[in-house]
């Protein structure tokens, strides 16, 4: 083989490993990762025109209540919550355009948006979120109540993805396809660093299935975490069909 030859080969050969390489990725996540998210509504997911709802938590001196309109085709966010000093505020932006907003917009609003959003739909996230590592870590004993359940390890990589990077989101996962419990690890430094909760209150909200009551501990304080006012408007309809 000629050193021309040898050159086109090696070229080749790294053209093929770059683009084969994240399909060859996506083929190792386990079913597991797709199952679940068929349990939460994944496949009526695209008939969602917005999701409604308020996300509450209490711990040892915090109790916050942040309520908001998510246009998931948009990516529009409407937020109604208050500021550090209690002030009522209200904002509505698109998240593709975030540039462009206020500072708090950026620096408060839309960061607490991909927190609550991800506790209200993680489990399509464990399916969406390509940067994801997941695990099915196979039948285990359950954290905090009794009996077991199949552990799935969701990592997310130091460099991006997740509400922190480097986050690891294990899920507690029954027979029928819901998390019954998680421990929660952040990757940065930011507090709570670990959460162990349940996942109940199950409702339907349209065809999307949700938890609405998490409790359990962060940081070993005692946590509540619930959702209420849960709503889905779908695709060609003005009305809100609440959760129930």
Do not use: C
């Not at 908001?68 to 500021?83: A, F, H, I, N, R």
């Not at 285990?140 to 986050?167: F, I, W």
């Not at 989101?169 to 162990?196: A, C, N, Q, T």
Request: aromatic letters at 12%; glycine letters at 10%.
């Amino acid at each position: 083989m000629t050193s021309a030859s040898r050159v086109t080969m090696i070229r080749l050969l790294a053209f093929v490993v770059l683009v084969l390489a994240p399909t060859s990725w996506a083929q190792k996540r386990p079913p597991i990762a797709e199952q679940i998210a068929k349990t939460y509504g994944l496949d009526s997911f695209g008939q969602i025109e917005g999701i409604r709802y308020t996300f509450n938590i209490q711990l040892p001196g915090l109790n916050v209540s942040r309520s908001w309109v998510w246009e998931p085709k948009t990516g529009q966010v409407s937020y109604e919550g208050k500021d550090k000093d209690g002030k009522p505020v209200k904002a509505t932006y698109v998240r593709s355009q975030l540039n462009s907003q206020p500072a708090n917009v950026k620096d408060e609003i839309e960061p607490a948006f991909v927190n609550d959003q991800y506790w209200l739909v993680f489990p399509f996230h464990a399916y969406w979120d390509s940067s994801a590592d997941v695990q099915d870590l196979g039948v285990q004993k359950l954290p905090l109540g009794k009996g077991s359940a199949r552990r799935v390890a969701v990592k997310y990589p130091m460099e991006a993805g997740g509400y922190t990077p480097g986050d690891t989101w294990e899920l507690f996962v029954g027979s029928d396809g819901r998390v019954e419990e998680f421990i929660y690890h952040r990757g940065g430094p930011k507090k709570p660093s670990v959460v162990i909760a349940t996942w109940a209150g199950y409702k339907k909200a349209g065809p999307l299935l949700v938890s609405t009551e998490h409790r359990g501990t962060a940081d070993g304080k005692p946590l509540r975490l619930f959702f209420s006012n849960v709503s889905v408007k779908l695709t060609g309809s003005d009305t809100w069909m609440n959760a129930q």
